[in-house]
């Protein structure tokens, strides 16, 4: 192992001669990735670590000339500049070359991106030695930021007549609302519907981030709608009932190309592009799930009633509206009873029990997406996601989804996330620098709902 | 114009940041594109002399963290990598950011390729204040390389049938044999030719390195044969005369990606290409011109004949048939009626003249192109370029280009530099490590005769 | 209805100003279109007849031109072709015009293709006044003949990366062996196959004659190797495992094309295709289906019970088996017990039944593909479509489909009809014009035993 | 020779075996071409005139069926319809079957399309036994009729972008206003141009009517202002300055498709497109070639000279003008005068000639065009041409084309056929079927000062 590293990680060459060194055979870079491919999944942690720790930067280069730059100080601009220069390249991890190569490699570029997978998987287990795999996944990703940069990629639109291949990628991709079977497929980039993609010359056919669209009338609030109608397969569009565009599905198919920001620029590239199709369209929207919230819940459920402030949660009229339709006794029991409840999805087929709780369900989930934060962010990465793009948190819609994992992950709540086209940019910088979310009267009133009862 | 700087190009965001700050709005580059595309072609030095002074790098905050990085000596490695980290993106200029995202705009990567050929100029020019300029430029280099890496380039076999805006591009852009009219265009991608081009996804329609070949019976002595000969321009390729691949062309289209090693990577790919077209290929060479021969030449004459040396360049036998042949009485006078021959291109429609002069020029050349160095490389930029890649110095040509042209720049000889496929690799390391030319027994032999005319 | 004939299908104009009369306006081929498609599927036919019998040839033009004719006989040649060409125009029925500009409007012809199916489908149910529809459909027959020439049609090789709509309908026309999913359709058109269709300018996105190849190292004795087999879908093709091209299914899709030639054509032109990616490849053959030998074959049992012949099909020895086999009683008896065992597919689950069977079937099917006849013809449609192709009977496989459907219609036999390519022209015209067939000895070696055995 | 057709010409098979004979093998088709493009150009008319006359018709066979349907008046329509398929059937020249399966080889319908331009030059040659000869010429138009029927054709637009070879050939075939350079041709695909042809899948790459129109402000009224403006060729279309489409020449491409109609086709068709493309368009014109005017104009004169009528061309008053602007004594040598002016362009470059010229020369133009026929059909072919697609005679334009060609073909006169697209399917019929001319207020003017003048 040691032999491979060292044989195809060349040495960094001088500052002088950097310009002036040939690059290594290509059969180094094809050796490399032979021989990583060749190694059972737990070997490549320990071969990453090594190729990490001992051919990364010359720390005592490094230390030298950040030496010389505090004398430079004293000097002239130029050679501050001259220096600076040197002490940049000098932080080169030698490491580097190699990544570079690989990427000129057929095939290297996808090679790199699924390295990068295995570097984040390796990272998120927390093995030791983390910081110097942690700089090799940094100086990755960044070679990959400029790999990956929009100008270089190719927005395709995916119907039904794109290669079988790319649509069978489509499908399995799709993550969000499973597709069940090519009907299903077809339907999804059939009339009314539109499916776009990010693909990269270097990564020909692999649809790298997947945005599905549904044109309608208004913006939806359920997803049955979108996914489940039984549209006529064969209708033609009809313009006139065009008058939003619903994003209801985006996927990023690459784990390796995790903080490349390519959803952000997918959408707005579709706004465009759906701005010249339809040059009278207004209203343009998410409908999105909410993962977590269900989970969310009962760990809240579970908290107040061991500190016995389930009156927090719920009004007192509404703890007896459970406590009956739940045949519980008032008190633990009855937190109990509708932790149990909603642990199933049989309520969702009573009337009573729907009517019960969507007042309840509905202000702690708007609270779930606008209070909850994580370093400040909203901790739904959904939430997180749109509110970075500029959307505002527009609309909660009860009974969105009423399939066994929209009501298991969030009740069946969706929620949508508007895009107001003029506000996006300022609504961005808001929500990144301020960490203050844009967010619309019904959910507002949802959020100080949710306050006046927990006294919050 | 500080104005429009200090609003596009925003500030660097602080290291933790550096990954929840928002892309400014696409309007930012968008106007710095058109504010320097409408600024006088003499004010534009101005405006990169300033973007690239006053939103550089942050000297003191590297400054500060070189320091840090001196006291971090003492601790664990985690905390040096972590510093170092800090330092490496505290190098970071802060134009770098526009520059990242004018690439993203439509037609940004086009204008920063022609950015930088104006940056090129700039220094060139030699202006006050260059150590600014060169760190923007280098920056610049560095990202084009990032985005013109061979994986994202596309090979491009130009032909008939290629768009006529690819092929009036090819013909304007052929700085080598010029093309006359598009009879000969049509010729120069027809039977027994290839022209292959590289290509990117970010400037499609452009050509960016453009390569002929000739297909012949053996590696070819002439240019006339390969750029004049009337091919039957409807006939069909006779696979069994196609022995060799002669590289009679190769231009870069691009001043602003000067540097940005292209073709090299396409040499080695079309070599590929013609290996899996015709498997039986064994020879691989150019047919390269040998620009500035003469005008060296005519210095060194002018040299050695007002140092009296005239005898160190040609023996003594020459030098009566020189006089002879030129009608002037010896010494300083025919050393001046050599000069004077070989200024213009009449010698080469007598026989005699001719004769006389085939061992002198040829010897000059030879020696020219292997004996005269630049920093230990070849002076001669051709010859360089082809050693760079691992070529053998082959053959010397006689009466290789008789275009006025070619008798002007070398005297007509042409020179071949061969691919012997198996060695290029070893050629190349030579050669820019230890700065020594592979040669055939031809070219030394001529360099030897050289050196013992010239006592050298 | 007779007020839309007679407004859109406009007299055929006088000889004289035939290349002077403008076309109809489009507008009456789009209205005749629409109203066709607007009537319900049992009135179409008495449009088709009235079209037929009231807009067809003039007889009594037809008739004087043809006196004339006579009279004509006695003067000059050139006379004589004038008069037959008035009277070859006079033939013209007036509807023909009609079809004609239909096929100029888009979306024509593949109307026209399909109002011919609906034409075949009426003729197939004898109604009355079917002449004046026959020649309607011989007249149409003949304009797809020549819009469907196959200089006219685009060879395309379906892969994986194929249009989904394409691959869609490759499956659905699959009737030879059914496509049971994606992944089914997948492998037919991945490694080691070939999945050809001939397609149509006028007809875009339609596959009109589909043929699937398997390459294999012998020619294919069973399908279940070919359409069941686990191979590795995405294992790369090995040259030097790939003998021969076994021709396994061949769809034509389009009703309304009947009798136009296509799949004989897609046969040679595949062979070409194959023969200039292989150039090696010696062996090509069909593995086809032998529908309706088993209900031959019940029908032949059934009346050879009748007749008391059964000792003419199998020998003493056999029915003896039989009889031990089913636990019959003899005579009658057992020819009952035979038909009822080989109406089910029981038997192909015991070893010994299937012995006893094997060479019974084995020289009955035989017989049945060479010795029956229709018009002198084979009377099986796929041994005659191949016979006249020029192919050889070459070889009976035993077990060569185990399907249910295989062994409902053919008791599990297959057969391979081989091409010879230097013997194919000679065979097609030996076969379409003495009768005779080709075939293998072992063909003809079980039609002589069937021969003997019953004394025929 | 006569070998050769023996043996490639197959009998035609009998009427009851037409369906069941199988294609000849594909080398009788090759055998036939190569044998024929092998043949002196002199020879070719020998070989079509044994063709037509030794392979046509069976006379006989005609004859008796042509008797048979006589009798078979008496009998039931069923017999009549199978007698006459009969004879319709025995109609056929056996020459067809030859013509038909080179249609099926590769380049067999470019062959066929050029040996029809071989036969129509031969008919015109009015070589003896012409009969033979125009039979085939009929029975092979009626076959390309059929295959290049408008729903097999494809329209192409051709851009600055469309493969070299096609704009090659696009230059070589503009007959009416010939291409001088690539800039010209640049121009002509350029913003503010359209150039569209029909292809056919048969002959790819090879355009065969070709269309170029202008976009422009107002219906043009010179063709200088279209081909010699020197537009700037990047500058982009202001859809607010287009509101007409000048179609400024029309070329067929393939002399062998004379009389199938395709220009007709081409100029719906794009009309279609334009339509479709500029929604508000509503002005579609020619800007057309006179050819033919000026000899018809000096053949007018000699005449009138002979006759003494000159005073029914020119009034007295304008006889003077002449007179005085040619120095000419009155009378005969003043005619002289005249046809010796506008045999050449000199009078162009006088104010006072041209002055004097107009209205004459205006006035005998609009005559010659609407005046002058043929059969009752305008004599001027582009006029026929426009006329029968529906077009109105629009305007005369005075130096609208002051090219040498121009002056010396129509003295510099250029016309408009205006479409006015709901009329144009009336107008042709009109004048297809009544002979009469659409004209406008302005030509009709101008023909009758022509009428008053000559009292006609």
Known sequence: MEDILARVV????????????????????????????????????????QLSRDFGVDHRGVSELAAKLQDSQLRDPATVLQVEDRLRYSLTPRYKQLLNHISRVEGGVKFLVDLRADLLETLASKSNESSHVKDLNGTLKSLLSEWFSVGLLRLERITWLSPCEILQKISQYEAVHPVRNWTDLKRRVGPYRRCYAFTHAAMPGEPLVVLHVALTEDISDNIQSIVREVATLDSEEDVNKINAAVFYSISSTQAGLQGVDLGNYLIKRVVRELQSEFPHMAQ???????PGFSSWLQGLLSQYRKEGRGSDLLSEQEWKEVEQATDSSPGTQTVDALRKLIGTSEWTRSERLSGVLEPVLMRLCAWYLYGEKRRGYAL??????????GATMWR???RADTSPRGVANS??????????????????????????????????????????????
Chains 1, 2, 3, 4 share one sequence.
């Open 10 to 49: 060349a040495p960094l060459p001088t500052y002088e001669t950097r310009d002036k060194t040939p690059p290594p055979p290509e059969s180094h870079s094809l050796d490399f990735m032979h021989f990583y491919k060749s190694l059972d999944k737990e070997d490549r942690p320990g071969l990453l670590a």
């Open 284 to 290: 343009f929207s998410s409908l999105s799930p909410i």
């Open 380 to 389: 739904n990465p959904v939430a997180n996601f749109h509110l970075q793009n």
């Open 396 to 398: 909660l819609n009860w």
């Open 411 to 456: 009740c069946g709540i969706m929620v949508n996330y508007r895009y107001f086209l003029k506000e996006t940019p300022k609504n961005s910088s808001v929500y990144l620098q301020n960490k203050s979310i844009m967010a619309s009267d019904q959910v507002l009133g949802l959020v100080s709902q949710y306050q006046k009862n927990s006294k919050l």
